[in-house]
């Protein structure tokens, strides 16, 4: 199983915070806003990770998370030139993905909930499609599915006027390898761009699409304009003062899911054991 990680595009919303700064790397609370959506991927069992990200952008993230070995990763990178589409990154990763099924996350995408990982797992592990729908309140900006009587997605309409349901699709999705060839034959959109709509519809019209509902136990937070990158952080904010646990710590989820041993989980916080972080992992590892 492998995990893509689109970080690219130009954050034009949040300008202007995003003039120097990629993004995905401003913080969302206390780490940076990409820790959230790889250790999503992470917790999917996804430990071989393409980072597709700005071509500027690639030696700042290779200092970030270098080869991810630390973490029991297989970290490497590929460069999106300019905003291309969402399905763009199965053209850009197609060599990375090879025969292998893929899980691809959307940078700016928080996931949070108890069973986040079985539900993420099951994607990882089913065929064909496997993508996640969530409940808004605002259906007309986002795309949207819609179900039969027996609870059978039947449409998938981006930002539509009269949405079918309230049922929005969010930044995770799985597939098979196939992926590679569906998005290589997609007309680009007006907006040229490869839109991962199209490639939701293509596995939807095939029989081979299905969509796990994301209820009330669960948060989908998209970060990208400075009103929902705030709402983010007090979210994460709040549940870790109330838990005293750590959300997207790629760390903890080596350690806990074994990528990584406790001495190798020792060294990781060496560096860093003075700061409120490194104090968090200190108690987890001395817990065991």
């Excluded at 940076?32 to 790889?38: E, G, R």
């Excluded at 997609?186 to 596995?203: F, Q, T």
Aim: proline fraction near 6%; glycine fraction near 10%.
């Amino acid at each position: 199983m492998k995990g893509i990680v689109l970080a690219g595009g130009s954050g034009t919303r949040l300008y202007p915070m995003t003039r120097a700064a990629n993004k995905q790397l401003l913080p969302v609370y206390n780490k940076p806003m990409v820790y959230y959506p790889l250790t999503t991927l992470m917790l999917a069992g996804c430990r071989e990770i393409l980072l597709v990200v700005n071509p500027q952008d690639v030696e700042t993230y290779r200092r970030l998370f270098g080869d991810g070995h630390q973490w029991g990763l297989d970290i490497s990178y590929a460069a999106q030139p300019k905003p291309g589409g969402i399905a763009e990154a199965f053209l850009i990763g197609r060599n990375f993905i090879g025969s292998s099924r893929v899980g691809l996350i959307l940078g700016d995408n928080l996931f949070y909930g108890d069973s986040l990982p079985t539900m993420a797992e099951r994607g990882a592990n089913a065929s064909g499609a496997t993508i996640y729908a969530y409940w808004v309140s605002d259906p007309s900006a986002y795309g949207v599915v819609g179900f039969d009587a027996d609870g059978q997605p039947v449409s998938i309409v981006e930002k539509p006027k009269d949405p079918a349901s309230n049922w929005a699709v969010t930044g995770l999705y799985f597939y098979d390898s196939d992926v590679c060839d569906v998005a290589a034959q997609l007309p680009r959109s007006a907006r040229g761009e490869l839109e991962i709509s199209d490639v939701n519809a293509h596995y939807l019209k095939a029989g081979r699409l299905t969509v796990e509902k994301l209820g009330r136990g669960y948060a989908w937070l998209d970060t990208g304009t400075p009103s929902s990158l705030l709402k983010a952080a007090q979210f994460v904010e709040t549940v870790e003062d109330r838990q005293g646990l750590q959300i997207g710590s790629p760390e903890e989820v080596a350690w806990r899911r074994g990528y990584v041993d406790d001495a190798a989980f020792a060294r990781l916080i060496e560096p860093i054991k003075d700061s409120e972080y490194g104090k968090y992992l200190q108690r987890l590892l001395a817990r065991g």
